[in-house]
Antibody, heavy 124, light 108 residues
């Protein structure tokens, strides 16, 4: 069955950096676009970033553009999120999610499997 | 950026009752891109409906989606105890994915 396991969360000071990982199994990782979605404590869902199945396209939410970088290693079935210049408002549970639902031209526009999330806390 | 507004913010109902949740977009959205999720406390979201009206794998038929353009609806025909959760709509447009702010369905 599909499994997504995030790691790398923790407490970091404002201005610091953190790298999240998401280990995928149970599906052909190299065939699907992947996303990061976050949820601040007690708040709703916020999409963060997308990477196409082959890494050829990457898109970011305006709130993280220029600070976060999404990447993937298809040989290791792993998704990454490099987070730099972290701010207090980046504090959230970060989920990796597999593209699914409606798919067209190599992109799936919804999220059909999610990991359990990893908590990132930005605080001094 | 397309903004999704969900209503009501909270829906208080009893098991067995019908739930109707609304998702309104700030501009027209392709129905193909519109999805619904629910999230229970401490858990990750789960995909319920995609393409505005197609049920995801394993989702019972008491869940149904409808709508087009700027107005979309999720209906739960008869609420089961496990359906009390927060529900989110989601869309894609212009290389951005966005979620509504959520509707909490709580036990009355």
């Amino acid at each position: 069955q599909v499994q997504l396991v995030e790691s790398g969360g923790g407490v970091v000071q404002p201005g610091g950096s953190l790298r999240l990982s998401c280990a995928a199994s149970g599906f052909t990782f190299s065939s699907y676009g992947m996303h990061w979605v976050r949820q601040a404590p007690g708040k709703g869902l916020e999409w963060v970033a997308f990477i196409r199945y082959d890494g050829s396209n990457k898109y970011y939410a305006d709130s993280v553009k220029g600070r976060f970088t999404i990447s993937r290693d298809n040989s290791k079935n792993t998704l990454y999120l490099q987070m730099n210049s972290l701010r207090a408002e980046d504090t959230a549970v970060y989920y990796c999610a597999k593209g699914g639902g409606y798919c067209s031209n190599g992109v799936c526009y919804n999220f059909d499997y999610w990991g359990q999330g990893t908590l990132v806390t930005v605080s001094s | 950026e397309i903004v999704l507004t969900q209503s009501p913010g909270t829906l208080s109902l009893s098991p067995g009752e019908r739930a109707t949740l609304s998702c309104r977009a700030s501009q027209s959205v392709s129905s193909s891109y519109l999805a619904w999720y629910h999230q229970k406390p401490g858990q990750a979201p789960r995909l319920l409906i995609y393409g505005a009206s197609s049920r995801a794998a394993g989702i019972p038929d008491r869940f149904s989606g409808s709508g087009s353009g700027t107005d979309f609806t999720l209906t739960i025909s008869r609420l089961e105890p496990e359906d009390f959760a927060v529900y989110y709509c989601q869309q894609y447009g212009s290389s951005l994915w966005t979620f509504g702010q959520g509707t909490k369905v709580e036990i009355k």
